[in-house]
C-alpha cells in the first residue's frame, strides 16, 4: 500500500524534511534537511548572507520562510541543480540515523509519496497529480542504502 506522509507528528514524519534530524554536509552541520535546502538557494548571489543565517535559525519553518521570501535573489541555476542538492542531503540523512534508515527500509517495495494539498514539484498536491519528486528521491535512496547493505554483507563481510 502507498505510505503518504506529509507533517513530521504524523506517521512517516520522519521522512519529511522538516524532521529534526540533523546532516553534516559541506563541511557544515545542519539541524534538518530543509535548512540546507532553503540556504543552497543563495549560493553564489548577492544574498549570500542568508546561508548562515537560515542555518542558525531554530526551526524549519523559520528556514523554509528564509528561503521562500522573493525579496532575495535567488540563484539562477537553482531550477537546474535542486533536485539534485535534496537528494544529497535526504541521502545523508538517512545515512546518518540509522533509526530512520530503518523505518525507510522497511517500507520495503511501497511507493512512497509526499502528501502536500499544495506542492505538485515535492508532493502531489491537491488531486495527487503531482511530480512527487521527494517521495522519489525517498525511493531511490531507499534502493542506494540497500545496495550498500548487500556490499557491507557481502564484500566487507558485515
Ligand atoms: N513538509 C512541509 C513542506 N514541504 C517541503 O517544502 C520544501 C519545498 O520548498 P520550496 O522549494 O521553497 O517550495 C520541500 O522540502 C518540501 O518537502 N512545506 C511546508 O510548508 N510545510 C511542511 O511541513
Same mark, same amino acid.
Given at each position: 500500500?502507498?505510505?503518504?506522509?506529509?507533517?513530521?507528528?504524523?506517521?512517516?514524519?520522519?521522512?519529511?524534511?522538516?524532521?529534526?534530524?540533523? &546532516?553534516?554536509?559541506?563541511?557544515?552541520?545542519?539541524?534538518?534537511?530543509?535548512?540546507?535546502?532553503? /540556504?543552497?538557494?543563495?549560493?553564489?548571489?548577492?544574498?549570500? $548572507?542568508? &546561508?548562515?543565517?537560515?542555518? $542558525?535559525?531554530?526551526?524549519?519553518?523559520?528556514?523554509? /520562510?528564509?528561503?521562500? #521570501?522573493?525579496?532575495?535573489?535567488?540563484?539562477?541555476?537553482?531550477?537546474?541543480?535542486?533536485?539534485?542538492?535534496?537528494?544529497?542531503?535526504?541521502?545523508?540523512?538517512?545515512?546518518?540515523?540509522?533509526?530512520?534508515?530503518?523505518?525507510?527500509?522497511?517500507?520495503? #517495495?511501497?511507493?512512497?509519496?509526499?502528501?502536500?494539498?499544495? #506542492?505538485?514539484?515535492?508532493?502531489? $498536491? !491537491?488531486?495527487?497529480?503531482? !511530480?512527487?519528486?521527494? $517521495?522519489? &528521491?525517498?525511493?531511490?535512496?531507499?534502493?542506494?542504502?540497500? #545496495?550498500? !547493505?548487500?556490499?557491507?554483507?557481502? &564484500?566487507?563481510?558485515?
Amino acid at each position: 500500500m502507498t505510505i503518504y506522509f506529509y507533517k513530521v507528528p504524523d506517521p512517516y514524519g520522519c521522512f519529511s524534511n522538516f524532521s529534526p534530524h540533523s &546532516i553534516h554536509l559541506n563541511g557544515r552541520d545542519w539541524p534538518t534537511v530543509e535548512h540546507y535546502y532553503q /540556504a543552497h538557494k543563495f549560493v553564489g548571489t548577492r544574498d549570500e $548572507g542568508l &546561508i548562515e543565517k537560515i542555518r $542558525g535559525v531554530k526551526t524549519p519553518e523559520e528556514a523554509a /520562510a528564509l528561503g521562500r #521570501d522573493r525579496g532575495y535573489e535567488v540563484r539562477s541555476d537553482w531550477e537546474g541543480v535542486k533536485r539534485e542538492i535534496m537528494y544529497e542531503a535526504v541521502l545523508t540523512k538517512f545515512l546518518t540515523h540509522r533509526d530512520i534508515q530503518k523505518v525507510l527500509l522497511e517500507t520495503g #517495495d511501497e511507493a512512497i509519496v509526499e502528501d502536500s494539498p499544495t #506542492d505538485y514539484y515535492w508532493g502531489c $498536491g !491537491a488531486e495527487k497529480t503531482g !511530480a512527487n519528486h521527494l $517521495g522519489k &528521491i525517498l525511493m531511490e535512496v531507499r534502493s542506494q542504502l540497500r #545496495d550498500r !547493505a548487500v556490499f557491507t554483507e557481502t &564484500i566487507v563481510g558485515g
